[in-house]
């Protein structure tokens, strides 16, 4: 990363290399992958500020108010350039609010043509005020920012070199300047930059103390327990008292193979030396030729063997790191791209709401196309959800409510006819002992947004197995007038009425059932074409009473089929009535001839005469025989007429393919009624939305600057 200081080409450390990685610090990328870089760390008393000046040979602010308070990361960069050019900008903490940071990142410094100790302390103290950190005690400012100083210099003699220094870390509170906060807070921020895996960490701790005892060399093996990325400083030999030197070589040596990266001492100026203008590298070898100080290689001694241990393990680490560094910000940058493209078009504008939600209809209505042409292969919704098959889901209703009608819908049995003599009282209106099931009309699950608009419908009994026969005979009986060998035509609307009682809970349940199917076919279509939850949910609640129209039109079309069926005068031209009554009768004549056969050699034969016999009847046991050929007959025809016109007229007219159907109201029609307040409402961004873009927007325009950056 440093280059010698007799400035040959050669000594340059992959400037190329190094300048993309301190590019892609400069626009935030540390935020979303490691990088490669050097971090100086270590206590406030431990030379840091030293260090650093002797390896940027700049004069860091010696002022207590402006010590280091916040990271500032420091550029060397030679370049082709006549004259020296010094720059200063500010890269503000990813959490910073927009406007702060623009106004952060438009700050420049000013008239730094070279950076002097009276220049430097100058542009500190601006840089303090931007950051609104505290410059006096009892400001009430904070002491400490995540944000970051850069500081660029480039010049013809130049070495390459980059470093980040962060705050020393302490342990005692000073009253008016620090707080226990401010403790945890440094603490992490150092944490954070040595924590990078891919951190050269430069531990700086004074040669005259117990370095084992030293909290930032316990950091650095915590974060860094093989050692093999942190880099040791050993400042103030001249403190060391006599005696304890060998210890301290011991440690150049090797022999401490907790910091693999080995350890260099650098003899920093005291007070008194800077003031009488001793020059640093007369002083560190003047100290080297000491005994015992000899026995230390010159690569472990000084800030000159300081500066090439920096730029060997640099710049072998960014070369290490470059490949997957690089294969990480397009992976990041892939993530970021489908995490935007999974929010859907940006729907800021009433254009952009409008196109939003005419998107979402458009693939609704397609959706539905597909659903009710059973043409499932088109999409692998249909495999993912039950519930968006929808003709097979109505089809299949259907045929449970024609069997349900056809096995369960009469109150007493056709089957069991019993004989004419059986007195009325004898019908006990209740079901044998061993048939106590019930059936329940409802086969669906209900949904709470709609149950309260569905018609009841209660469980209901197995037909009664008793005399129909008499049943109707009673009610003959009950209603007779001044017929001669008929009956009431009103008769036989009471008696199919009643009959036909349990089609009300059936066709209730029926409806109810299909209802939901529709309703439950809409809400996970609209979940399967919108992305975005909130705005299903809001497009379900703005067309609710609408929907409940359309549904409710089907209910009101059952109740008028029910009314038609079992309140009106019996009517029908379908000749299959006639089919019906004719073996009804022709049932009842092989009855009774059946009686009178005998057998033959040929088989079961009736003598002629026989087949004129006619059995002797009242008029009253006459009309009771014609009302139960002529109920079965008809009941049968109005069975499957009702089945037919409620699964066509109410379901499919009014809920599958009519002109006003549920799924017709997802329309692009429906986008232009729309006024802006109600397009905002429905289609507009959640303020958390919009955020969420932002940041991806923003991510990813940093990543594509690194991918360009690394190309």
């Known amino acids: 990363m440093a280059i010698h200081p007799s400035g040959d080409d050669q000594g340059l450390a992959d400037p190329i290399l190094l300048e993309k990685m301190d590019k892609l610090f400069a626009c935030n990328i540390g935020n979303y992958i490691d990088l490669p870089q050097l971090v100086v ?106 944000h970051v100083l850069r500081v660029e210099i480039c010049g013809p003699q130049e070495d390459h070199m980059s470093v980040i220094d962060v705050p020393g870390i302490f342990r005692n509170v000073i009253p008016g300047k620090s707080t226990r ?69 011991d440690l150049t040596r090797g022999k401490d193979m907790q910091v693999r990266l080995g350890w260099v001492i650098v003899r920093n100026l005291g007070q008194s030396e800077l003031r009488g203008g001793v020059h640093r590298d007369a002083a560190e070898e003047k100290h080297r030729t000491r005994y015992p100080w000899g026995f230390v290689g010159r690569e472990n001694f000084g800030i000159a063997a300081l500066k090439n241990r920096i730029r060997e393990i640099v710049t072998a ?100 006819v019993f004989p004419l003599q059986a007195d009325a009282s004898d019908i006990a209106i209740k079901h044998s002992e061993s048939d106590t099931r019930l059936l329940s009309p409802r086969k669906v699950k209900d949904i709470p947004e709609i149950q309260e608009i569905l018609p009841e419908s209660s469980d209901i009994s197995p037909p009664l197995r008793h005399d129909i026969c008499s049943w109707i005979g009673d009610e003959y009986r009950q209603s007779r007038g001044f017929e001669i060998g008929t009956f009431n035509h ?26 939901t199917i529709v309703h439950t076919y809409i809400t996970n279509g609209l979940r399967q074409v919108c992305t975005d939850r909130k705005v299903s949910e809001k497009l379900l609640s703005f067309l609710m009473d609408k929907l409940l129209e359309t549904y409710q039109n089907a209910i009101d079309e059952v109740d008028f089929l029910l009314f038609v069926e079992r309140s009106i005068t019996p009517m029908t031209l379908n000749h299959y009535l006639n089919d019906n009554l004719e073996k009804c009768r022709q049932r009842r004549a092989n009855s009774i001839q059946a009686k009178k056969a005998f057998d033959s050699p040929e088989g079961k034969v009736v003598r002629v005469d026989d087949l004129n016999h006619h059995q002797n009847m009242s008029n009253a046991e006459h009309a009771v025989q014609d009302l139960h050929d002529i109920l079965e007959s008809y009941y049968k025809v109005a ?52 955020r969420k873009r932002e940041q991806l927007h923003k991510e990813i325009a940093d990543l594509s600057i690194a991918r360009d950056i690394l190309l």
């Not at 990078?196 to 950091?219: F, G, K, W, Y």
């Not at 009103?490 to 209802?515: C, E, F, R």
Request: charged fraction near 25%; proline fraction near 3%; aromatic fraction near 6%.
């Open 490 to 515: 009103v008769l036989l609307s009471s008696l199919m009425k009643k009959q036909s009682t349990k089609w009300v809970s059936l066709a209730n349940g029926y409806i109810g059932d299909i209802i």
């Open 41 to 146: 760390v270590g206590d406030q008393s431990s030379g840091k500020s030293s260090v650093l000046e002797g390896l940027t040979r700049l004069a860091f602010p010696r002022d207590s108010g402006l010590c280091t308070r916040f990271a500032t990361q420091i550029i060397f960069r030679r370049s082709k350039d006549s004259e020296r050019r010094i720059m200063a900008s500010i890269i503000p903490e990813s959490d910073a609010e927009d406007a702060y940071a623009s106004k952060l990142k438009d700050w420049t410094g000013k008239n730094l043509q070279s950076l002097d100790a009276e220049t430097f302390s100058q542009m500190m103290t601006e840089v303090h005020i931007l950051m609104g950190v505290s410059r006096s005690q009892d400001d009430g400012l904070p002491t400490f920012s995540k």
């Open 639 to 690: 069975r499957k007429r009702f089945v037919d016109n409620v699964c066509v007229q109410a379901t499919g007219y009014y809920l599958m393919q009519g002109p006003i159907i549920p799924m017709s109201l997802l329309s692009p029609s429906l986008v232009s009624s729309l006024d802006r307040e109600q397009l905002d409402e429905i289609a507009g961004e959640e303020a958390t939305l919009k």
């Open 181 to 249: 906060e401010d403790i945890s807070l440094v603490r992490d921020m150092v944490q954070a930059y040595m924590r990078n895996p891919r951190s050269i960490i430069l531990t700086v701790v004074p040669a005259n103390v117990d370095i084992a005892t030293q909290e930032i060399v316990e950091m650095a093996h915590e974060l860094d327990p093989d050692g093999v990325r942190t880099l040791g400083v050993l400042t103030k030999p001249d403190l060391v008292d006599k005696g304890a030197e060998e210890k301290v070589i």
């Open 317 to 416: 680490n960014a070369r290490q790191a470059f490949s997957s560094v690089r294969t990480e910000v397009s992976k990041n940058l892939k993530t970021r791209q489908v995490g935007l493209r999974s929010l859907g078009l940006e729907r800021t504008t009433m254009e952009q709401q409008v196109q939003y939600l005419l998107g979402i209809f458009s693939s609704f209505q397609d959706l539905t196309t597909q659903a009710l042409g059973a043409n499932y292969s088109s999409s692998d919704a249909f495999d993912d959800s039950k519930a968006l098959r929808l003709a097979t889901e109505i089809v299949t209703r259907n045929e449970k409510f024609s069997e349900d009608l056809s096995q369960w819908g009469h109150l007493i049995s056709f089957k069991n």
